[in-house]
């Protein structure tokens, strides 16, 4: 699962325009995009991890992180802005930080057992910048400088910031601001001269320097294929140089040469049928462990391996395992193909390794493949020269039945051979068919301190990271005033003995104040807010008003002065203040939730109204009070079938029987509209007109309303309604609250 980690260069220098029109900065956002969109073309692309960090100060320069999605990965990337210091080294150390946070809690370092090339988490870091010269709060600087201290436990067992999975690679932006008549050069991108190259060196990356669009997408396409699982390793010649071949080239220069030292990765394939890459023999530390040793010695990042020129036969075993490693094209892999030897190998070692001796004893070869294609690392068992024709004699002479003198051969081997190795051993001999050769009392382990160390730096590390997880997102607080910078290194005003009279004079109470006094120079002050409500507003760019609004600019400054109370800044204009990002036009629900709880409703009976998207008035349809009688439709149509209703599917297209929600019709039965309906008419306007004659004591004058359709869609049963609405006694307001408890009840019954 490869890391992708995107430094994005955020100082103001990233605010100036190319020819093109856009800022540096929309260019790297879009190298961003392109980036994934070029990466997404790779089966392998769906286990990718991405991360964004910026040049501001850790937390807040950790726009996403370990536990961020993609979704926050994108927004996070669009809403950079460019302001502040270009703080380069500060960023690298925040990024290296960042990537090693869970490595002591895995345990994929191994520290003191060993490094093994398949315990890895890869990961590129891409640093986007435009290559100005380096500033920070202390001023400007002309190296590249990572600060040496870091609240990451464990960091003091690594030399360097980095790890030997970890590369950097940089996109120094030199596009420039006009259009140049003289022909783009062609072939491969060149080297850039910023400080942060010779970082990406280190780390086994490279810097692009890029001048146009074309050389940037080639630059992306380089970057997508270099993301290969593998570790560096610094490979460097010990003895004197071989002697030219038959088939090898004859030239013989004298002096360092490119291939003597080689700084280069070994690929790491993952296994086809887990996707995990599958090992089984270290690569030596540098330095033999002690068992009463408290501490550790600091390893490197990158292991340095010698290798030796003499030409060596190459070993292998039937059923001893080893590990085959592909190394990265280089000086070294294109002189050892350019000999045509691919049956001959050379030694590697690592330098005091063994107990006694500076060299060391090997623990692999290099050997060209057959086909002449490329160079590959055997690891094999440290000594593998001593222990290999050991396995041949148990194999095929003793037949996992070793005499005596062999194993007291293997025993001599076993004093030569660093105690990590053990495990490995014993695993080997278990898949070779002979587990019982290792005796279990064999010491292998670290001691005892340096294991409890280990595990309190483990438990700090979690802490640790599960600290920077949750900070990641977080808005900074901000202060209370504005802190003033002494500018001077002479005694500050509030220091000075005079302090009293040099404050009256500055009141206008005493004599004029001498010239000598600076008034300007108050270190430790702030200035505070006067209003803890008054919310940051984002100020304008004085250079984006035109000359015609400076004036009325002007005034509306003095304005927002003189009414500190008011928490919105009238200094903005109007679009600024209803203008809401396109990404966030559609959540309404996060709207619902900053607004006023709303008042209640006049009638408790009503329906509640449901919010909706796009019109936040309109009523759930499914328990609306419609006019129309037959279009108010509740329950399935298996419920309340009559008698004699036929459910064939002959009857689907004949019309629906629905019911009516008028109070007005007859009790008990339903309402069955015609074959050919007639007009509909709303039946509210007649039930307010009944209220009004009731109302008047005229319940005869609604035969005199010939216009009113009450007539025609009341059966033959109507009669009766106005005997009985005629027989209520009382006042004129008990007919009418009984009128009402009628009609509800009838209502509630239909």
């Known amino acids: 699962m490869p890391v992708l980690l ?37 089966p392998a692309s769906r286990g990718d991890r991405y991360m964004l960090v910026s040049f501001e100060e850790a937390p807040a320069g950790i726009k996403a992180g370990w536990k961020d999605s993609h979704a926050t990965f994108m927004t996070e990337l669009r809403n950079l802005q460019a302001v502040g210091l270009t703080s380069i080294g500060q960023s690298l150390r925040t990024a290296f930080d960042l990537l090693n946070l869970n490595r002591l809690v895995s345990g994929i370092d191994n520290y003191g057992q060993g490094r093994n090339p398949f315990f890895l988490e890869p990961a590129i870091i891409v640093a986007i910048t435009d290559g100005s010269k380096l500033t920070s709060s202390c001023g400007v600087q002309d190296e590249l400088h990572l600060p040496l201290t870091t609240p990451l436990p464990g960091s003091e067992l690594t030399k360097e910031p980095f790890r030997w999975d970890q590369r950097l690679f940089s996109l120094i932006l030199r596009i420039p601001g006009h259009t140049s008549s003289d022909p783009e050069p062609m072939g491969g991108v060149p080297l850039d001269p910023s400080p942060i190259t010779p970082m990406c060196e280190v780390t086994g990356g490279r810097s692009y320097s890029v001048f146009s669009q074309r050389m940037l997408n080639q630059c992306l396409e380089s970057l997508v294929q270099k993301i290969q699982s593998g570790v560096v390793i610094h490979f460097e010649k010990t003895g004197p140089d071989p002697p030219p071949t038959e088939d090898g080239p004859i030239e013989m220069k004298h002096g360092p040469q490119s291939w003597h030292s080689c700084h280069k990765m070994i690929y790491v394939r993952p296994n086809p049928k887990t996707g995990v890459p599958v090992g089984h023999w270290p690569i030596p530390e540098s330095f033999w462990p002690d068992q009463n040793s408290p501490t550790l010695p600091p390893r490197a990042a990158h292991p340095q391996v010698k290798f030796s020129c003499v030409d060596s036969e190459p070993m292998v075993v039937d059923k001893v395992p080893f590990d085959k490693y592909e190394l990265e094209p280089s000086p070294l892999t294109q002189y050892i193909l350019e000999r045509k030897s691919p049956h001959t190998c050379w030694q590697v070692f690592v330098c005091n390794s063994a107990k006694y001796g500076e060299l060391g004893q090997p623990f692999g070869y290099l050997k060209a493949s057959t086909a002449l294609n490329c160079v590959n690392l055997f690891v094999m068992p440290y000594n593998y020269s001593v222990v290999l024709p050991l396995f041949d004699d148990l194999i095929t002479v003793h037949k996992f039945k070793p005499p005596a003198k062999w194993r007291q051969s293997f025993e001599n081997y076993l004093k030569t051979v660093p105690p990590y190795y053990i495990t490995a051993l014993r695993k080997a001999l278990r898949m070779m068919g002979a587990p019982n050769l290792l005796a279990d009392n064999i010491e292998y382990g670290l001691g005892y301190s340096v294991v409890s160390y280990l595990k309190k730096l483990s438990q700090q590390a979690k802490i640790e990271a599960d600290r920077v997880c949750a900070l990641v997102g977080k808005k900074a607080a901000l202060e209370g005033g504005i802190k003033l910078r002494c500018r001077s290194s002479a005694l500050s005003l509030a220091h000075r003995k005079d302090f009293t009279q040099l404050l009256q004079c500055i009141m206008g109470d005493g004599p004029a104040l001498p010239m000598e006094a600076n008034t300007k120079e108050f270190a430790g002050f702030q200035l505070a807010a006067l ?47 209803h203008s809401v990002p396109i990404a966030q036009m559609g959540n309404y629900q996060d709207y619902l939730k900053h607004c006023p709880s709303p008042l209640r409703e006049a009638d408790p009976d009503q329906p509640k109204r449901l919010h909706t998207f796009g019109n936040p008035f309109k009523l759930d349809k499914k328990a609306m009070m419609v006019d129309e009688a037959d279009e108010f439709v509740t329950g399935t149509q298996s419920k309340g079938k009559r008698p004699g209703e036929s459910s064939s599917p002959a009857g689907v297209g004949a019309p629906k029987r629905r019911r009516c929600m008028s109070p007005l019709l007859r009790l008990g039965r339903a309402y069955t509209p015609p074959k050919t309906p007639p007009r509909r008419y709303s039946f509210v306007p007649v039930v307010l007109q009944l209220f009004f004659v009731i109302a008047h004591n005229t319940i005869h004058q609604i035969f005199l309303l010939p216009q009113c359709p009450f007539f025609l869609c009341l059966n033959a049963g109507y009669e009766r309604i106005f005997y009985l609405l005629k027989q209520i006694q009382g006042s004129l307001e008990t007919r009418l609250i009984f009128l009402q408890s009628i009609i509800k009840e009838a209502a509630s019954r239909c």
Not at 548 to 554: A, K, N, R, V
């Open 531 to 577: 209003n803890k409500a008054l919310k940051p507003q984002g100020l304008r760019n004085p250079y984006d008003i035109p000359r015609s609004h400076l004036l009325d600019q002007l005034s509306r400054m003095r304005r927002n002065l003189l009414h500190a109370s008011i928490c919105i800044l009238k200094g903005q204009d109007q679009d600024q203040l």
């Open 6 to 42: 995107f430094l994005i260069d955020t100082s103001a220098s990233m605010n100036q325009r190319s020819h093109l029109g856009t800022s540096y900065l929309d260019i790297a956002k879009g190298a961003v995009e392109t980036f994934l969109k070029l990466r997404s073309r790779d």
